[in-house]
């Protein structure tokens, strides 16, 4: 199953490596390689930019960190093509996604002699807005009959898909809470409505997708290999004003689809 149905797709600025993705998807197609290990390969992949970054081979750190978010793609992709969906693996990528991005940070803030206290900032500013983009991302999947294994709200663990345990999944679950339950919260805390909202354009989507985690990374690396390691942990401190400009965004186009159709329904009343 795709993420989103093909009329509904929108251009995602984090999804660069869906290509690349597929095809390692099918490599792996007809064999034993399950998504969780794609996914520990993102992890190596990640571990190998972190190594680069700290001995500053930036255009490696940059090729690693670009293959990483390839290969966070790939797992996904090999879990629809093999149709083994499942929560573990759901969680698993979560839950290293948080740590290889605190240590992307923390690497950079170590090699920039940086102060670690805004690096922690600047990381939990990387956090909050790639969860506003998923957020409205998972909200839109579910509303389209795209893929559910996402779910708009992580209250409490979920079933077990086929070929997992439950007991896998309450513990995976469990790690996913304690890394995201905050961030998760303070996003639903700024934008309680976003559930109801109505209209997601296409256009909207594709701008939010800026704060996707491929897309973060996409802009470290470009950073680093322009020699801006100084500036990049200022960067994604200041980049998070447009967590504010994207919700207030996402408010008026609502309000102002709901005003036209109000007056549609109106003018189609006097019609009448």
Not at 73 to 102: C, H, I, M, Q, W
Not at 130 to 144: A, D, K, P, S
Not at 208 to 219: A, E, K, P, R, T
């Amino acid at each position: 199953m795709s993420k989103l149905p093909a009329e509904h797709k929108f251009l995602d600025l984090s999804d660069y490596g869906r290509v690349p993705a597929r095809w390692i998807a099918n490599a792996f197609k007809g064999t034993s390689v399950t998504p969780i290990h794609v996914t520990m390969m993102f992890v190596v992949a990640g571990i190998i930019a972190i190594a680069c970054i700290l001995t500053k081979q930036f255009w490696l750190a940059a090729l690693f960190l670009i293959l990483k978010s390839i290969l966070d793609a790939a797992d996904g992709e090999l879990a629809r093509v093999k149709n083994t969906p499942s929560y573990t693996g759901r969680y698993f990528d979560s839950v290293s996604d948080f740590f290889l991005n605190f240590l992307f940070l923390s690497s950079i803030c170590y090699i920039t002699d940086g102060s670690l206290l805004w690096a922690i900032v600047a990381f939990f500013a990387m956090q909050l807005q790639g969860t506003l983009y998923n957020y409205y991302y998972v909200i839109l999947r579910n509303r389209l009959d795209g893929d559910k294994t996402s779910r708009i709200f992580e209250h409490t663990a979920p079933a077990a898909m086929p070929g997992e345990t439950q007991r896998a999944v309450d513990n995976w679950f469990l790690m996913y809470c304690v890394c995201y339950g905050a961030f998760d919260k303070a996003i639903y805390w700024m934008d309680k409505q976003a559930e109801d909202g109505r209209y997601y354009p296409k256009w909207f989507m594709s701008l939010v997708s800026s704060f996707g985690l491929g897309f973060q990374l996409l802009i470290i690396s470009v950073m680093l290999c322009l020699s801006w390691a100084e500036y990049i942990i200022p960067f994604f401190i200041g980049y998070s004003v447009l967590i504010f400009a994207f919700i207030a965004m996402r408010k008026y186009l609502d309000q102002g689809r709901t005003r036209n159709e109000l007056k549609q329904a109106n003018w189609e009343a006097q019609e009448g």
